[in-house]
């Protein structure tokens, strides 16, 4: 097996977003623009509730997937097409938006404290038009595996003899939450065929002898595994792959194309009234 090294570390960007909530952006950001299949990646954190109550109100997504995953507090969600929802503190989110969805997340509160993650997934313009998909999970469906100083909750992938809820065939994206104790390694097998990335939230970590201070973003480089080693006050990381689409990405804000004249349209869309197209099919569990 060939271990990946870090090819490039991404400190995270604090950015505003919404009615005023501060994100911690590494993917998305002048220093990684994007990473193919990946488009955004958000880390919202706080224990001041003044910080993220006034959320995310009504905003448009067209062209590509995201994926949300609380780690404390919860999210009301509410979009266009009725769905309703209240992602708990361990739940996930995956909302296809597709043709289009217009949607609303407001952070609540647990103990002051409101933690989790949001990813943006690409889709290949052939899916680009089709019809959303909203698919919610509560912290029971997403497996956990324990032992040896490790803890990992499964996303997506399959670690363990267990498979993650959330499954992306275009991708076949891992996503995996890992905790390590104190000098604990992490060793996982990658497609190598796939763009990963670690970004640690808890403690430190190294790969390959490269330290990955809390608050940073690996962009890993070739091969078919890596490995993981907890600093000595233990990490806690998020581990993803997923295979690359190299098609052309436009991007205007929430519209994610493949040409600029697309982009044109679905801002003529959302301007008329038309972005929203069709109902979404969801999924719980």
């Given at each position: 097996m060939t271990a990946r090294s870090v090819q490039r570390l991404i400190p995270a960007l604090a950015v505003s977003e919404g009615a005023g909530v501060t994100v911690h952006r590494t993917i998305g950001t002048p220093a990684l623009k994007n990473l193919d299949p990946f488009l955004m990646l958000d880390h919202f954190s706080s224990d001041d509730p003044n910080d993220y109550l006034a959320g995310f109100p009504d905003h448009p997504h067209r062209g590509f997937v995201t994926v949300t995953y609380m780690l404390d507090g919860h999210l009301l969600h509410q979009d266009s097409m009725g769905n309703r929802g209240d992602l708990r503190a361990g739940g996930a989110q995956w909302m296809k938006?597709?043709?289009?969805?217009?949607?609303?997340?407001?952070?609540?509160?647990?103990?002051?404290?409101?933690?989790?993650?949001?990813?943006?997934?690409?889709?290949?313009?052939?899916?680009?038009?089709?019809?959303?998909?909203?698919?919610?999970?509560?912290?029971?469906?997403?497996?956990?595996?324990?032992?040896?100083?490790?803890?990992?909750?499964?996303?997506?992938?399959?670690?363990?003899?267990?498979?993650?809820?959330?499954?992306?065939?275009?991708?076949?994206?891992?996503?995996l939450d890992v905790r390590l104790a104190a000098g604990i390694g992490f060793n996982r097998a990658l497609d190598p065929a796939?763009?990963?990335?670690?970004?640690?939230?808890?403690?430190?970590?190294?790969?390959?002898?490269?330290?990955?201070?809390r608050h940073s973003l690996a962009v890993l480089g070739e091969g078919d595994s890596v490995a993981l080693t907890a600093g000595g006050e233990g990490t806690r990381f998020i581990l993803v792959a997923g295979r690359p689409l190299n098609e052309p990405i436009v991007q205007y804000g929430p519209f994610v194309?493949?040409?600029?004249?697309?982009?044109?349209?679905?801002?003529?869309?959302?301007?008329e009234g038309r972005l929203v197209q069709s109902k979404a099919s969801v999924v719980r569990a």
């Open positions: 938006a597709a043709s289009g969805v217009i949607h609303s997340e407001m952070p609540q509160q647990s103990n002051g404290l409101m933690r989790g993650f949001q990813l943006w997934v690409n889709l290949p313009a052939a899916e680009k038009m089709r019809e959303p998909g909203y698919q919610e999970f509560s912290p029971e469906a997403i497996p956990e595996i324990a032992g040896n100083g490790t803890q990992v909750r499964l996303l997506a992938g399959e670690y363990g003899g267990q498979t993650g809820p959330i499954a992306d065939p275009h991708t076949r994206a891992q996503y796939a763009t990963a990335f670690a970004y640690v939230f808890e403690g430190s970590a190294s790969v390959a002898g490269t330290a990955l201070p194309m493949n040409t600029r004249q697309e982009i044109e349209q679905a801002m003529r869309d959302y301007q």
